[in-house]
T-cell receptor
């Protein structure tokens, strides 16, 4: 069974640009969550998508957005990149059934903003 | 406001020793308490998790101790091995939200 797949693995962007990251969840998982990981702030929740709808949102500015497609794949977009957006962006998929809360993480996309 | 406090920040243990990492939380609505292990260049992987209806859960060398009244839980790694060297994160979750809140992480190094 394939795990969570995130592409690309590495990205270098310039301040002011925008970026799109992709996440394919484990087959059968319908919930996809995104997290930002930085040395200073640790792992912080960005948002969660389920059935193509955003269900939860963290405390990030509107420059961070996402969407989910009918096949459960998800994309995350960051517009007007800032140096502080440099981070490891992790995607997690969940079965999202009562009693099943385990989140499976991908390897992440390392974004560097220069 | 930091909802989960994890300590220590780093830990060095001799091979065969016991590693102990602690987490404290504030919100009594949390009802799922996992520990994640992360190796460099990898995403976090679930190690072991507990729900508040039990005070201890053991899986192999890994044990979670849970103190509901104190709002604390800890990870114990028995017979620590060099391969256990990684960063460990505690997390909390309220069922139905799917919004994990993570501790700040503990970098464990096990000396051979």
């Amino acid at each position: 069974k394939a795990g969570v797949t995130q592409t690309p693995r590495y990205l270098i962007k310039t301040r002011g640009q925008q970026v799109t990251l992709s996440c394919s969840p484990i087959s059968g998982h319908r919930s996809v969550s995104w997290y930002q990981q930085t040395p200073g702030q640790g792992l912080q929740f960005l948002f969660e998508y389920f059935s193509e709808t955003q269900r939860n949102k963290g405390n990030f500015p509107g420059r961070f957005s996402g969407r989910q497609f009918s096949n459960s794949r998800s994309e995350m977009n960051v517009s007007t990149l800032e140096l502080g957006d440099s981070a490891l962006y992790l995607c997690a998929s969940t079965l999202r059934t009562p009693g099943d809360t385990e989140a499976f993480f991908g390897q992440g996309t390392r974004l560097t903003v220069v | 406001q930091q909802q989960v406090k994890q300590s220590p920040q780093s830990l060095i243990v001799q091979k065969g020793g016991i590693s102990i990492i602690n987490c404290a939380y504030e919100n009594t609505a949390f009802d799922y308490f996992p520990w994640y292990q992360q190796f460099p260049g990898k995403g976090p992987a679930l190690l072991i998790a507990i729900r508040p209806d039990v005070s201890e859960k053991k899986e192999g060398r890994f044990t979670i101790s849970f103190n509901k009244s104190a709002k604390q839980f800890s990870l114990h790694i028995m017979d620590s091995q060099p391969g256990d060297s990684a960063t460990y994160f505690c997390a909390v979750l309220t069922s139905g939200t799917y919004k994990y809140i993570f501790g700040t992480g503990t970098r464990l190094k096990v000396l051979a």
